[in-house]
């Protein structure tokens, strides 16, 4: 894996190359990483990794034909290669009329802001042993807890590189660090699964390895000995853990090239109220530490926070430059790729922000209620915004926990979700999305 500086020299000169050989624009990324993990099951060794890689993509433009190519191998030969075999591809390839690098006068010039995304500390394979090994023990101490099903650590180092052709030139160094546990609670005939994990940028942020194994056991055992639902409509409250997957479908449907293609059911909502009154929804991409922080996008255009839902409207598309072309609006900083292919659009540290009443408010506030902690299926219409999942979690009534629930389906469209939903106070900034608990009033909730 290349130094930053080095990843940067070596992206400019794949585009100098380009250049060179016939190509009217070009862009280049390169993306380094170094990573080993230990899974561990019922107190042995399962499976030590390691492993360490690097690949370097090349985007041409011939006119307005483009095309794009990776390799792992970064000698001179099989860059020249590469530049000649991508050059072909382009000049056969149709021409778009959107193609293109993102404007010159739009990209960030001078140095990124420096955001304390690496972390220096190298972990050794027994040091992420000791970690599953503890989680795992904690995991198991819980009363119920029957089995494990693998717990593991990681530790990982990144690099990644941008050069186009009008000039910019810049990488980023990135670390990341994680825990995981899950374990199964009962005997035969009645076991139930669940999971706990956690993952940062440097290791004092982790979260300790007892606590995550600890709460995975406890979420197991707390699933033991399901009670029975009656259908209907009733309200339905989202774990954090799974309300950042109505945030996912939120940032999905407000992608530049969803919107362009008429396939999303946010289509027309642009400045219009989608969220009550005083909802908030914001992308920090300057988070100090943030999983998905970043002071360029993956065109080279400098990011910045702004309110996606500000007092509850709709204030922005999500939009790389082809999209943003297509639209006719300015490309909107959030970009994203990999080695190979064009940009896509994503955005960075998302999160709903915390509401009023506390989680135990909201459950209260709610004569019979669930508490949705699992979600499963992807019954979701991105077009129409019909949403259908299967779930499980906890019937809820008058504020208790009255018992475990499986096996059921809840249903609603997301434009009325969207609207009607209550964010608890209990947001905890950690993820690249995050949410508090969130309750929607109504949903059709049936077995499954």
Known sequence: MLSPEAARDAAAALVDRARSAGADAADAVYIGDRSQSVQVRMGALEGVSSSESEEIGLRVFVGRRSASVASSALAPQALDALVERVLAMAREAPEDPFAGLAAAELLLRGEPAELDLHDPTEVDPAELKAWALEAESAALSVARVSNSSGCGASASQSVMALATSDGFAAARRGSGHSVSASVVAGEAGGLERDYDWDSSRFLADLKDAAEIGRRAGERAAARLDPVKLAPGRMAVLFDPRVATSLLGHFAGAITGSSIARKASFLQDKLGARIFSRGITIRDDPFRPRGLRSRAFDGEGLPTSPRDLIADGALTSWLADSAAARQLGIVPTGH??????????????????????????????????????????????????????????????????????????????????????IEPASDLELRHGIDSPTVLIPEMTVAAS
């Open 335 to 420: 970009a994203v790729r990999g080695a190979s292919g064009a940009p896509g659009a994503g955005p960075s540290n998302l999160y709903l922000t915390g509401g009023a009443r506390s989680r135990e408010q909201l459950m209260a506030a709610c004569p019979r209620a669930v508490l949705i902690t699992e979600l499963i299926g992807m019954g979701v219409n991105g077009i129409t915004g019909d949403y259908s999942r299967g779930a499980a979690g906890f019937l809820v009534e008058h504020g208790e926990i009255v018992g475990p629930i499986a096996e059921i389906t809840i249903a609603a469209n997301l434009l009325d979700m969207f609207a009607t």
